[in-house]
Nanobody
């Protein structure tokens, strides 16, 4: 049974940084894409960043481009989201998700493409 566990969230002041981690367990394969999404209260879940199976393809939402960096350590089955220059509007629950049907350089921005989801980690940015 595949499980994804996020960690690293917390309360920070605007301008500071956080690094989120997403660890996969119950999986032998390293061939899956990973996406990070977030959901603020009263809003729909939105795409943040995604990395393809071999990290050959990486995508970011325009709102985080230049501030967030996604990376993966496949042997450790861990994907990171380094978040810098945080803003109050980055406040949300952050979720990681895995796409095991991904092929080639696919790094989907759609929630529908991901089969497995973590429980989320809260990120709160104060002004």
């Amino acid at each position: 049974q595949v499980q994804l566990v996020e960690s690293g969230g917390g309360l920070v002041q605007a301008g500071n940084s956080l690094r989120l981690s997403c660890v996969a367990s119950g999986v032998m394969s390293r061939n899956y894409a990973v996406g990070w999404f977030r959901q603020a209260p009263g809003k729909a879940r939105e795409f943040v960043a995604a990395v393809s199976r071999t990290a050959i393809n990486i995508k970011y939402a325009d709102s985080v481009k230049g501030r967030f960096t996604i990376s993966r350590n496949s042997p450790k089955r861990t994907v990171y989201l380094q978040m810098s220059s945080l803003k109050p509007e980055d406040t949300a629950v952050y979720y990681c998700a895995a796409d095991f049907s991904a092929f080639g350089g696919r790094a989907s921005t759609s929630t529908e493409q991901y089969e497995y989801w973590g429980q989320g980690t809260q990120v709160t940015v104060s002004s």
